[in-house]
Nanobody
């Protein structure tokens, strides 16, 4: 079992920044992928960004150049730095861990509004 705890969501004005963090604990495999999905009201869940334990990153086209994902393998944490936020980024952001099986955090709400 793997437990994921997210932090860092909240309300931010358009053009602002937020940093999301996720800490994994439990039966962690050294080779894994961690990342973030998001789901906005009335929309399908989409992959925002992912990063492997080797450091390979993927981003959704909609966030490239604005979001940066990073991780600390020693601490089993992943961070999503979100800049230049806009209303379309409003969603529940969920951390995930994948290593054969997938685990999910409870999610944290990000609201971009003036």
């Amino acid at each position: 079992q793997v437990q994921l705890v997210e932090s860092g969501g909240g309300l931010v004005q358009p053009g602002g920044s937020l940093r999301l963090s996720c800490a994994a604990s439990g039966s962690i495999f050294s080779i894994n992928t961690m990342g973030w999905y998001r789901q906005a009201p009335g929309k399908q869940r989409e992959l925002v960004a992912s990063i492997t334990s080797g450091g390979s990153r993927k981003y959704a086209d909609s966030v490239k150049g604005r979001f940066t994902i990073s991780r600390d393998n020693a601490k089993n944490t992943v961070t999503l730095q979100m800049n230049c936020l806009n209303a379309e980024d409003t969603a529940v952001y969920s951390c995930y861990y994948s290593a054969g099986m997938d685990y999910w955090g409870k999610g944290t709400l990000v609201t971009v509004s003036s």
